[in-house]
């Protein structure tokens, strides 16, 4: 075999193995900055040589036939190692660089990642942050990201796990919705409020304990409805701000600046007022379903690039503080 046919065969195989892993044309397309024509041209060529199908395509789905996953099992390994001496390489360099693709949720991204930004590229011009914001739950291997900031209370065992701040769940109202409906004074009286629920899992019970009060591991569970559900924190806490009802949101969205909001309130003193958020129950503490801490997430491996360590140490310094609600009366 020619040095010349070794050499596309090898970068074919490459692609091979991260259409495994993107089990799509276009993923792996997006992957590898070529086209999907491209792809499927290459796909092509590598079956040919191999003398057999390599992938099996349908309308809806692209799976490996045996063949082809044999050839994935036996040459992934070796790209890995590959990727792996070439990432400690680069970090030899004077600075750290490279392209590190981060996912974080849609409200934690824009309040408190996109923020910090601007100091981390300044610190270091050699590295470009890719952002992708969203909600859904993300495949590392089928999308490539380097990390993901999630919150959560209990971090994958496969994953490494990098602690970037404490948080909790706030329960939040307006004033103008107190007013309205009265402040409850205890949990079980949530059932007969409006209650504007995150969309997914088991939005509809809030727990709650009292640690002054309960014996530890005595929650309290309420079973809650009311006019809104979404996936967006943001979203809740504008319309706790527009005084649809009682919200249980994040602290990162409850935090000083993330509470003023615009709406329809008008600009009068009254209506800027009325338009704050309030603590609903200060003595209880809610367990909600945004998690405990927010970590960085990035699957085990041999190799931590350079780049992807100053960027998660770059968070864990400046979001270390937490996000205190200047209104909690604990």
Known sequence: MSTATLATLVADLHLLTVLAETRSFTQTAQRLAISKASVSMRIGDLERHAGVPLVRRTTRSVSLTEAGQQL??????????IDDSFTAVQDQAGSPRGVVRVTAPVALGRQHIAPRLAEFLRAFPDITVELELTDRFVNFAQEGFDLAIRHTSTPPDTYVAWVLSDTRSLLVASPAYLKRRGTPAHPTELAAHDCLLYLGGHADTWTFSRPAARKAGQPLSVTVSGPLKANNSEVLREAVLD????GLLPDFSVAPGNAGGTGNAGSTGNA???RRLVAVLPAWRAHGFFGERIYALRPRSHQVPRAVQCFVEHLRTTMAGGYPAAFMND
């Open 72 to 81: 994935v099992n036996d040459t992934r390994p070796a790209f890995g190692r």
């Open 243 to 246: 005084g649809l009802g009682i």
């Open 272 to 274: 800027v007022a009325s």
